[in-house]
């Protein structure tokens, strides 16, 4: 928990406008809830890369998805997005001792649609959270040390 106060604390005393960090963090955390794994990495570099904001900003919120995290957020993000685009699919019991190559796609089919919807979704709606938290949070830090 140290660490992570440490590298928010060094995030908020970059030099960028607030706006700029805000931005950078919000595609982190988009990106961190995109369908996309294993490409989150290249996904922040290139969006920082457009946006022309912090890399280092928003590889760090890209981190909300890690190995401890990413269960429970994609298991939301697949519960909700069956959710609301109705689909008739329930909650995934796979038998994960006899997936193979020749039969994931079928078995994981029916839960595509739901999976990247859910996760599009979730993933807009916690970049905009974010980016108002995290432009809130550089401005009362850059107060507070001012003065």
């Known amino acids: 928990m140290k660490h992570i106060k440490e590298r928010l604390r060094s995030i908020l005393k970059l030099d ?4 700029k960090l805000a931005l950078a963090f919000s595609l982190g955390v ?3 809830f995109t369908p996309t794994i294993g490409l989150h990495m290249l996904s922040c570099l290139l969006l920082a890369w457009l946006f022309r904001v912090s890399k280092l900003v928003t590889l760090t919120a890209s981190l909300v998805n890690n190995p401890w995290t990413v269960v429970p ?3 939301f993000c697949l519960w909700f997005g069956i959710k609301i685009t109705g689909s008739e699919v ?3 019991q796979i038998a994960w001792n006899q997936l193979s ?6 078995t994981m089919k029916p839960y595509l649609w739901p999976f990247v919807t859910g996760t599009l979704v979730i993933g807009i709606g916690a970049a905009v959270i974010s980016y108002f938290i995290f432009y809130w949070a550089v401005v009362r830090y850059r107060k ?3 003065g």
């Open 101 to 106: 190559i020749s039969n994931v796609l079928s």
């Open 30 to 32: 988009f990106v961190a």
């Open 73 to 75: 957020l994609y298991g």
């Open 144 to 146: 507070a040390e001012r």
């Open 90 to 92: 329930d909650a995934p």
């Open 16 to 19: 960028d406008p607030p706006h």
